[in-house]
């Protein structure tokens, strides 16, 4: 479900607002650091609201990158 998430994501025109990929699983995973429902950092989280669109695309497709992996 992330993967083709982010592939919409990818795919959005210019100027639309980039959505954020919290879906209200918000528990940190010990062994990854990686937040076990949209798989964020904690840096990533906390940063999200001052990322630009354009930041924004770019931590989705490391989502997708890291659900693969």
Do not use: F, H, Y
Not at 4 to 16: I, N, Q, T
């Amino acid at each position: 479900m992330l993967e083709e998430r982010a592939a919409e994501v990818a795919s959005l025109p210019a100027g639309e607002i980039v959505p954020s990929p919290c879906i209200n699983v918000c528990r940190i995973e010990p062994d990854s650091g990686l937040c076990a429902g949209c798989c964020r950092t904690l840096d990533e989280i906390a940063a999200w609201s001052r990322l630009d669109d354009a930041g924004k695309r770019v931590v989705w497709a490391q989502l997708a990158r890291r659900r693969r992996a």
